[in-house]
């Protein structure tokens, strides 16, 4: 049986990456079929490891760079469990050891979840600060452009001030 869960060679394989583009089908053999399913945790597994590293790094760059594999895996991994759910009493009659092992993986894959929702929740609230201080910064420097200066005696300093021309347009020149 090929597991690629501890097969470090097969994950995120770029062949593999440009296949998940094509409609996603498990195989017809329900013992297969789970190991697909496996194989397609075992990605997505991966991409998500990569992107939580690369929040935690603040590594928009690689981040930005998975989007693409994370919508497709995904797609696939959604596609997998529900052709899993419409063959519900045909997956109960495989080996329960297989069972097992893809309950265990789909429960690490749950926890690995949380922890990457957690760090791409960290890097919301980070980019809100971060927008909450450029309008800050907007309005301050709206504000200090907009300030009216004056002098000892209270008029206004002179280079403020904006002379407005209100001459008449003569219409007989």
């Known amino acids: 049986m090929n597991n690629a869960y501890n097969n470090e060679q097969n994950q995120h394989n770029p062949a593999t990456a440009s296949s998940t583009k094509s409609a996603f089908k498990l195989s017809n053999n329900p ?3 789970m190991q697909e399913m496996m194989d ?3 990605e997505l597994r991966f991409v998500y490891e990569q992107e939580t590293s690369a929040l935690l790094k603040s590594d928009a760059k690689t981040f930005l760079s998975l989007q693409d594999n994370k919508i497709n895996y ?3 991994y959604q596609r997998g469990i529900e052709q899993m759910l419409a063959r519900k009493e045909e997956m109960k009659n495989v080996d329960p050891e297989i069972r097992t092992k893809l309950q265990d993986m789909q429960a690490d894959f749950s926890q690995l979840a949380r922890k990457n929702m957690a760090a791409l929740e960290r890097m919301q609230k980070a980019m809100d600060r971060f927008g ?4 800050e910064a907007a309005k301050d420097a709206v504000k200090k452009e907009r300030a009216t200066s004056y002098t000892s005696n209270g008029s206004m300093a002179i280079d403020d001030v904006k002379q407005i021309s209100t001459g008449s ?4 020149a």
Do not use: F, H, Q
């Open 40 to 42: 397609t945790i075992d």
């Open 31 to 33: 013992k297969k079929a």
């Open 132 to 135: 909450g201080t450029l309008r």
């Open 74 to 76: 995904a797609r696939n």
């Open 169 to 172: 347009i003569s219409e007989t």
